[in-house]
């Protein structure tokens, strides 16, 4: 994400990289929330918690996939392409 919101601001286009920037920032700030939450409100060692935990990696790794999409689209300035980091949020969410 760095690099992606990086490229965007040396080309000038400073609106598509702070509004990429948000959306990925406020995603992986509600799951990392959700998930404390599933941490402290479990056991470690529970079947679920562990799970629930490679569901949630799952989640992000499907949601860094979607980044460089949703911000060359937002460059692009047709349409907001952000499917697969929605794909990747609800799969996290399914985990708490």
Do not use: K
């Not at 490229?7 to 959700?34: D, K, M, R, S, Y």
Request: glycine letters at 8%; proline letters at 3%.
């Amino acid at each position: 994400m760095p690099s992606l919101l990086a490229q965007l601001l040396e080309l000038g286009h400073f609106l598509p990289a702070f509004i990429g920037f948000t959306i990925a920032v406020f995603a992986i700030c509600l799951a990392w929330i959700n998930y404390s939450w599933l941490a402290s409100a479990y056991d470690n060692d529970d079947i679920f918690f562990r799970v629930a935990t490679m569901v949630e990696m799952l989640g992000v790794l499907i949601l860094a996939l979607g980044l460089p999409a949703l911000f060359h689209s937002l460059d692009e300035g047709d349409h907001v392409d952000n499917g697969v980091v929605v794909a990747g949020y609800v799969v996290m969410r399914v985990a708490t």
